[in-house]
């Protein structure tokens, strides 16, 4: 048997900031990931160039049932303490747009500079070791049992992850680990994810996979501005993957293909000074050819400007500023960036992440309910979570 201070179950972004942090406190820690390396998540995100953070971290930018519980973990290590440490170890990185942050180089920078911390503060990471059970023996003291070894500490901390890229060796240990001490789980979903196109809506735009629009994609009051990207399976791109957060089965999206000019008044302008001109031809100029051609009738797409009233452009105007789409659904974990849901927040401390019921229990990172959006907010969470519990484990 082997006694620790601290149990850190999973070697991700969270687990490896709470580690190095709880050790520099002169923690005993120990880290038990069941994968053969540590930050897998980490290795392969930002087209392995890892979205580390974002310049322009909110809490309004969070999802969650409890609102409020991520504010105090953001406000006390804060993305720029992050960047901090990124410029201590001198990693090259860059703002790619709307605040987010990659490294120059390759996303192993930041899962380096992560065991570097660790092993400067004599953390000790196990890797292939998988927990079969967790067992609480009394107020002050845990067992873990994997299958090589029985471990015994103070405080537990699960920081195993969501259920998104189950390849990448995602499981629902964390929820399991919660429902065994009788903590809530909110339900769980695939976030930051394409969506899927009913049969007759996927047959229709079948041509225009590959191509990408500018646009802008509303649903429950909610917009993003960016590329939208037609796919063979529905649509995808970062407003359609940002919006995934907020869809629900059942619900429409808005997306307004034309979001920087007013058609209607365009049209209308338009057809004074160049009455001959097809529509087809007008509408290319702000969309590509498929697109224009697809949207609109054969018949209407040939129509000369001069021939077609303004009852007609302000139809043709609907088509292209609002353009409702209802999901068949979304490509699901297996494609999925991050999982919605999760371990219930009023279970938890949002200034420790230690379980309120249960002394000595912490869960960080994706495992909680709380996600943020596409651009680096998720990581930034992973830190903080971390970081706070880092602090009293």
Known sequence: MIEKDVIIIGAGAAGLMCASIAASRQRQVTVLEHANKPGKKILMSGGGRCNFTNYQITPEKYLSQNKHFCKSALSRYTQWDFIELVKRYKISFHEKKHGQLFCD???KDIVNMLLSECEKNKVQIKLNESVT??????DNLFSIKTAQQEYRCQSLVIA???LSIPTMGASPFGYKVAEQFGINIWPTRAGLVPVTLHQHDKERFSTLSG???NAVVTCQKQSFKENILFTHRGLSGPAIIQISNYWVPGREIEINLLPDINLLENLKREQKKYPKRSLKEYIS???SKRVAQDFLTPEMAEK???SISHSEFQEISNIFHHWIVKPNGTEGYRTAEVTLGGVDCNAISSKTMECNDIKGLYFIGEVLDVTGWLGGYNFQWAWSSGWAAGQVV
Request: proline share 0%; glycine share 10%.
């Open 105 to 107: 180089e390759k996303a």
């Open 133 to 138: 059970s967790i067992e609480k023996i009394n």
């Open 160 to 162: 195993s992850g969501g």
């Open 211 to 213: 191509i990408s629009n």
């Open 285 to 287: 100029e702000y969309v």
């Open 304 to 306: 000369k400007l001069q």
